[in-house]
C-alpha cells in the first residue's frame, strides 16, 4: 500500500489547522477551540480531531512560560518532554 500524507486523507483538518495557526500566532489566546468557535463555527470540536491536531502542533506552540503563541520554527525546545517544555526563544534566553 503506497504512503498516503495526512493532507491527502484529510485535508479539510489540515487545511483547518492551518488556518486556525495563523490566526492564533501572536496571541495568547487560551487554544484553538477559541479560534474555531469565533471564525469557523461549522467545524465546532475539530480541535479534537487527531488529524487537525497533529498538522495544529506542527505548524504551531504555545509558549510554556509567556503562554503566546507562535510558529514552531520559535520553538527553543523542539523535542517536547517534561524537562524541556516548549518555550519561545526569548523566554529561553531569559530563563
Ligand atoms: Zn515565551
Excluded at 468557535?37 to 497533529?54: T, V
Excluded at 512560560?65 to 516548549?86: I, K, L, M, S
Aim: glycine letters at 4%.
Amino acid at each position: 500500500m503506497a504512503f498516503t500524507s495526512l493532507a491527502e486523507r484529510d485535508p479539510i483538518m489540515v487545511d483547518l489547522a492551518k488556518q486556525v495557526a495563523a490566526k492564533l500566532t501572536g496571541t495568547c489566546e487560551s487554544g484553538p477551540e477559541v479560534i474555531i468557535d469565533r471564525y469557523f463555527e461549522a467545524q465546532a470540536g475539530a480541535e479534537d480531531n487527531p488529524s487537525f491536531l497533529h498538522e495544529f502542533d506542527r505548524i504551531i506552540f504555545c509558549c510554556t512560560v509567556c503562554e503566546y503563541w507562535f510558529d514552531q520554527n520559535q520553538n527553543a525546545n523542539p523535542g517536547y518532554d517534561h524537562d524541556n517544555p516548549w518555550m519561545c526563544r526569548e523566554c529561553k534566553r531569559d530563563e
